[in-house]
C-alpha cells in the first residue's frame, strides 16, 4: 500500500505539503494539484487508526437515509461514498426504514462522537435535527437558518414537468402523487400548476394517501386507485406528472394494462431520473435530479463545517427532462 | 429513548436478564423471547459508546460490496444494515468499485481493529483474504477450509434454468455470459449444461468477454455483439439463459428491437431475482437468490465468530424460479 512519502515522492514535494492537502489546510494551488494527482495515480488511502490516534476525529461520516431498496437513495448513497473514499473517510449507513425511533437512535449516535458529521434525508419532521449542533447537511428538508439544506429547485422540476407536457400537446394535465412530504417537495406541484394556469388550462391534482413508504403493498393499491378512477370515468387525462419515478412505473404499467396507448394517448412524466438496473434506460420521461452533485454538495459543504471553513447554508442544485419513452 | 429499565420493566424481568440477552449470554428460551419482544415493541437500541467504552468492541461490522449502483449487492447491504441496526451494530459500508487496492484498504481497516468483524463479496481474487484472522464472511467465493463461505447453490441454479426452459418446449439452448467469475459462479453453466447433455440436446455457450464490471459502456457493448451475431446469421436459440438479470434485460431489448418475439420466439431466464425499482415486477423470468437469506446467514455466522461460538465454514442455500413473463 502506498505511504504519505510515496505520495511526495511522486508529487514532488515534501511530506509536510503532502500532510497539509490531507488535513485540508491551505497550501499553493500548484502543489494541491500535484499531491491530488499522486493521491489519485498510487490510490493512496490514509491510514485511519493513526489519524483517529492523532487526532480527535473519526474520520466516518454517517449518512440517515429512509430506504435503501429505493434507487434514488441507493445512488446517492454510493455516490457519498465514492467521494468520501477518495479522500480516506469511510460511511457509516444508516437506513431508518421511515423509523423515527430508528432516526433518533442515529442522532444521538453522532451526538456521542462515534462519527465527525452527518448527512441526513429524513422523513421524519424530528425536533432533535432542529437542536444538532454538529456538523450536519440535510437534503430536502430545511430544519431552519442555522442548519445546511441542500435541494433541487422542486419548483422548477414541476414547470419543467408542465412545460413539456404543454409542448407536447397535453391540455388535460393532472399531477399524481403519494406522501404528505416536506414542504420543498410540493413546491413540484405548485411549479407545474402555474405553467398551466399561465397557459389558461384547468389542472387537477389527486393524493394516492399520505403514506409516504412505496412497499409492494401500497403499489399495488396505487394500481387499485387508478383502476377504480378509470372504471368510473374520473379519469381524463392526457399528460400525467407524477411525483416519482416508483409511482410513474406503477402508473404507467396500470394504464397500459387498462388499454391506454402511452405516449400516443396519454403522455406520462415522473420525477427522479432513475434508470432501468441503475444504468440502463430511464424507466419513464423524467425529471432527473443530479444525484452525483447532491452527493457532492453535501460531502464538500460538511467537511468544511468539521474543518470549521466557512460554508453556505442553501445550496440548490439544478433539474433537467431526461425522454424515458413515456412522452411524445 | 428506551433504555435497558423500560426493556426490563417490559418483558418482566430484571435488568441483568436483559443486560446477559443482550450480551448474548445464554438465558432461559422464555425470558430471551420476553426480552426479544420487548426490544422489538419499545424499539430499543443499545447505547453503542458505552458499550465500546465497556468492551472492547466496536460494534460495527465493515461490509465490501463490487458496486452499489447493481440492485442485487445493494438489496444485500439494505437487508444487513436492517438485521445489524436490530441488535445494536452498525454498519460501514465499503463499495470497492471493482478495485483490488479499495479492497486491500478495507482490509486493511478491519485488521487495524476500527470494526468487529467483515462481510466481503470480492470480485477480486486476494491472497490478503485468505491470510485473514479475524470473524470474516465471503459471500460467494472460497478462500480456503477455514474462511466461511456463504453461497446459493449456482449449480441447481444453472439446473433448474435448464429444466425450465426444457418442460417448456426449448430444444435449442445457450448459456450468454459476461466475466470469468469465481470458480463457483461458473457453476451455473456446469449445472444448465448437464441437464440438456442428459436430454441429448446440444447446448452452446457464449461469452461476451472477460470484464465482470457492468458499466452503461460495457451493457451497449453486449448489445452490439449480440445484434453482430443475429446479422450473421450465428444466432438460432429458442432458449437462452444468461448469468445475471443485468445481462438478461440488455439481450431481451435488444432481441425485441431486432423483431424477436419474447417468449414466443425465444425464451429468456436470466440469474438474481431483481425487481423493477426493487420492489415491482421481475424484470426478466429468473432464477431467484434469497438475498435476505444470504445477508441473515453472514450476519449470524459473523456473530458467532466475534463471540467465539461454534460456526460453520460453508453455508449452500436455495434458489428459486420467479416467472418474469419472458418464459412461457
Chains 1, 2 share one sequence.
Not at 485511519?48 to 445512488?75: E, H, K, M, W
Not at 394517501?209 to 372504471?231: F, M, Q, W, Y
Not at 416508483?246 to 431520473?273: H, M, N, R, T
Amino acid at each position: 500500500m502506498a505511504t504519505i512519502k510515496d505520495v511526495a515522492a511522486e508529487a514532488g514535494v515534501s511530506v509536510g505539503t503532502v500532510s497539509k492537502v490531507l488535513r485540508q489546510v491551505n497550501v499553493k494551488e500548484k502543489n494541491y494539484k500535484k499531491v491530488m494527482d499522486a493521491i489519485e495515480k498510487l490510490d493512496y488511502r490514509m491510514n485511519a487508526y493513526a489519524q483517529v490516534l492523532r487526532t480527535s476525529r473519526t474520520f466516518t461520516i454517517a449518512i440517515i437515509v429512509p430506504d435503501l431498496t429505493n434507487p434514488f437513495f441507493c445512488a446517492l448513497v454510493c455516490y457519498v461514498e465514492q467521494i468520501l473514499g477518495a479522500i480516506g473517510y469511510r460511511l457509516l449507513l444508516c437506513n431508518s426504514q421511515y423509523n423515527e425511533g430508528r432516526e433518533k437512535h442515529y442522532i444521538e449516535m453522532v451526538r456521542q462522537n462515534m462519527v465527525d458529521g452527518l448527512i441526513a434525508l429524513s422523513y421524519a419532521n424530528l425536533e432533535e435535527y432542529e437542536k444538532i449542533d454538529f456538523p450536519f447537511v440535510s437534503i430536502d428538508r430545511n430544519f431552519g437558518n442555522h442548519v445546511t439544506c441542500v435541494s433541487c429547485d422542486n419548483e422548477a422540476g414541476g414547470r419543467l414537468a408542465a412545460k413539456v407536457l404543454l409542448e407536447k400537446g397535453c391540455r388535460k394535465p393532472v399531477y399524481l402523487h403519494n406522501g404528505v412530504r416536506s414542504g420543498d417537495i410540493r413546491k413540484r406541484w405548485t411549479g407545474f400548476k402555474s405553467v398551466f394556469d399561465e397557459a389558461g388550462i384547468n389542472v387537477k391534482r389527486i393524493n394516492f394517501g399520505n403514506e409516504t413508504t412505496l412497499t409492494n403493498t401500497r403499489i399495488h393499491l396505487i394500481g387499485e386507485e387508478l383502476e377504480r378512477l378509470v372504471s368510473s370515468d374520473a379519469f381524463d387525462f392526457d399528460g400525467i406528472f407524477t411525483s416519482s419515478d416508483v409511482v410513474a412505473l406503477v402508473v404507467k404499467k396500470k394504464l397500459e394494462q387498462l388499454g391506454f396507448a402511452i405516449p400516443e394517448e396519454v403522455q406520462l412524466i415522473g420525477y427522479d431520473g432513475l434508470r432501468e438496473m441503475n444504468i440502463g434506460d430511464y424507466y419513464v420521461s423524467t425529471i432527473v435530479q443530479p444525484v452525483k452533485n447532491i452527493a457532492m454538495a453535501c460531502v464538500e459543504n460538511l467537511l468544511n463545517q468539521i474543518d470549521k471553513k466557512p460554508y453556505q447554508k442553501r445550496i440548490r442544485l439544478s433539474v433537467s427532462f431526461g425522454d424515458g419513452g413515456t412522452t411524445k
